[in-house]
């Protein structure tokens, strides 16, 4: 049967080794193959260091599984790169833009080169995981600053929305009052020419009444005025 072991990678392991769990929680790793040499112990240790083991549980048993020591062939340099590929076609990976499964695809076929060539040199692998580690870092500072800048964006967006709705509330505030004060002027007009209309007819009737009493003061004065012409006009008696 094939050995269990987690999702298929890139990055070459080596077979899962069952690790026996004691009741404390100590772990001690079943012995498996031939004893290393000094070389080989040094190269191992410097790959779990730059590229550590993973574990996992299968059917209640625990297993770890660390990355693989034995140096590359050129034909397994082909394969890696066919392998790569067919994961990024299978996985339907974008082939620009921001990606997550076309970078973690490349993470761990960077991390497969790194492994074969730390195993032919300890020195340039070294050098590659720096090189990888700062890669990683300004990854990540860009991952932090489009996020910040993303979030920034979703606040004054919201901002935005808020003072809009805060507007509309207040043209609508506004509004009303314009059209309040609109019926108010309305009615003050209706007033105004009623007013108007009411000081037109008293001046009107008081001018009448006016008249009438010039001539009611008239009339007395026209007909003692016509007696005394008619006394003056007549011929003086003589005696």
């Given at each position: 049967s094939n050995p269990?072991?987690?999702?298929?990678?890139?990055?070459?392991?080596?077979?899962?080794?069952?690790?026996?769990?004691?009741?404390?929680?100590?772990?001690?790793?079943?012995?498996?193959?031939?004893?290393k040499t000094g070389k080989e112990k040094k190269t191992a240790e410097f790959l779990n260091s730059i590229l550590p083991p993973r574990?996992?549980?299968?059917?209640?048993?625990?297993?770890?599984?660390?990355?693989?020591?034995?140096?590359?062939?050129?034909?397994?340099?082909?394969?890696?790169?066919?392998?790569?590929?067919?994961r990024l076609m299978q996985k339907q990976a974008r082939e620009t833009g921001i990606c997550p499964i076309r970078e973690e695809q490349y993470s761990q076929c960077f991390d497969e080169l790194i492994r074969q060539i730390a195993i032919e040199c300890l020195e340039r692998g070294f050098l590659l995981v720096r090189v990888?580690?700062?890669?990683?870092?300004?990854?990540?500072?860009?991952?932090?600053?489009?996020?910040?800048?993303?979030?920034?964006g979703m606040r004054k967006a919201l901002q935005a929305e808020q003072r809009k709705n805060e507007m509309i509330m207040t043209?609508?505030?506004?509004?009303k009052n314009c059209e309040d004060l609109e019926r108010q002027v309305e009615s003050m007009e209706r007033q105004i020419d009623e007013m108007l209309m009411e000081e037109k007819e008293e001046r009107e009737r008081a001018k009448q009444r006016h008249e009438d009493e010039v001539k009611i003061l008239n009339d007395p004065i026209d007909d003692l005025m016509k007696d005394f012409n008619t006394k003056l006009s007549a011929p003086e008696k003589r005696p």
């Open positions: 269990p072991g987690p999702a298929s990678s890139l990055l070459k392991y080596e077979t899962p080794i069952l690790v026996n769990t004691t009741g404390k929680g100590d772990k001690k790793f079943m012995p498996t193959g031939r004893e574990e996992f549980t299968e059917n209640g048993q625990l297993w770890v599984q660390y990355v693989s020591a034995t140096p590359a062939t050129k034909g397994d340099v082909i394969n890696l790169q066919e392998d790569l590929d067919k990888r580690d700062e890669i990683r870092m300004t990854i990540e500072a860009y991952q932090a600053l489009y996020e910040s800048s993303i979030a920034f043209i609508r505030s506004l509004e």
